[in-house]
């Protein structure tokens, strides 16, 4: 029986990167029929510096981004990482057997931390540990994120074959990480080679799912191209990182293959791809924006389906963490 889980940190919007890189694929297993779960990842949102203030309504923002995405809380558990204790608890006994050198070789952290790692707080060092505590946590099989995760996805198998081998079981099934579609991968809409991401400065760099149709229009007209028309196949694309990246938010969006896309675009000029693109991209995304809105116009519904959601996940949680602690021989009373 497969069992999915993700997350998302709750910092600014969503992007279409998450949208399409994760947030998409997450529906889709859902609609297939398989257990998911899927989390506000808060507690990983406080390893670099964030506003207090803006926290638990960032929380709820996420939120109604998964649920206008398609994520559907009365069939897969939406819930908040720090309103499950045992994610916290199962960290510090993983830390226990993940090694500093493989932390240390984590391109995330080497990013985030810069030039100057020594001040980098131990939680930002941790952080795929409390990914492989996420996912451990539910004995998870699947785990549907974007390239950007997948090498803290290969550090939770380690994570979780290091324990089975340690104590000599197979409590932890390796968890698969699940890179799907053509979208793994959405670069700026200003630099081809940088992914698009929350934290870049410029915002024309990214569409979030909250802008606009007018927005939406706008950063694709003002994306970086080149002069040249469009080729008939991907393998023309090549060293035309902008070019390429614009047909594969296309693919995405449509559900077609890059293929397809160039079949119907090839010879043509970026004057005549741009308004097409912005065209898909505010039929698909335009009714997810409005139903978001419609959701934060009520965010008590919301956090009752958080404290449901959360609530699920602790029972569901709760047995592993219990029997992680008995392989492990703690004392337990009576
Ligand atoms: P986060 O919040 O940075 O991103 C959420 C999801 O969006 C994907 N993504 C992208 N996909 C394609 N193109 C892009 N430009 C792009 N940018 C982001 C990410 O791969 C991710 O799937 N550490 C995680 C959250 C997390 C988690 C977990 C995920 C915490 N615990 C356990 C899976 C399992 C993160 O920061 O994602």
């Not at 074959?161 to 197979?170: H, Q, V």
Request: with cysteine.
């Amino acid at each position: 029986m497969k069992r999915i889980l993700s997350g998302m940190q709750p910092t600014s919007h969503l992007h279409l990167g998450n949208y399409l890189g994760a947030l998409k694929n997450w529906v889709k297993l859902q609609d297939e029929g398989a257990e998911c779960l899927y989390m506000v990842a808060d507690l990983h949102a406080v390893t670099v510096t964030h506003d207090p203030e803006q926290m638990a309504q960032a929380t709820r923002e996420i939120a109604a981004a998964f649920i206008a995405g398609g994520v559907n809380p009365y069939n897969s558990a939406l819930f908040v990482q720090s309103a499950v204790p045992g994610h916290s608890q199962l960290m510090w006994l993983l830390s226990t057997m993940a090694q500093m050198g493989k932390l240390e070789r984590m391109t995330q952290f080497k990013d985030k931390a810069g030039k100057d790692s020594e001040r980098a707080g131990l939680g930002l060092f941790a952080y795929p540990v409390l990914m492989a505590a996420d996912i451990l946590l539910y004995k998870a099989t699947h785990v549907p994120v974007g390239e950007d995760q997948k090498q803290h996805l290969e550090l939770s198998r380690e994570i979780a074959s290091t324990f089975n081998t340690r104590y000599k079981t197979e409590h932890f099934p390796p968890p698969e990480p699940y890179i799907m579609g053509t979208a793994t991968r959405v670069m700026s809409l200003k630099d081809g080679n940088q992914k698009m991401s929350k934290s870049a400065e410029s915002d024309l760099s990214r569409i979030n799912l909250t802008d606009d149709a007018d927005t939406i229009a706008k950063k694709i007209r003002k994306a970086k191209t080149d002069a040249d028309p469009l080729p008939d196949n991907v393998k023309a694309l090549e060293g035309r990182t902008e070019a390429l990246n614009l047909v594969t938010i296309y693919a995405a969006l449509a559900d077609k293959s890059r293929e397809k896309v160039l079949k119907q675009f090839a010879g043509k000029g970026f004057g005549d791809f741009k308004p097409a693109l912005a065209d898909l991209a505010v039929s698909k995304l335009a009714p997810i924006t409005g139903r978001m809105n419609e959701l934060m116009a009520d965010p008590a519904e919301i956090d009752r389906i958080l404290a449901k959601g959360s609530e699920r996940a602790r029972t569901v949680s709760a047995p592993v963490l219990q029997e992680t602690m008995d392989i492990m021989g703690f004392w337990k009373s009576g």
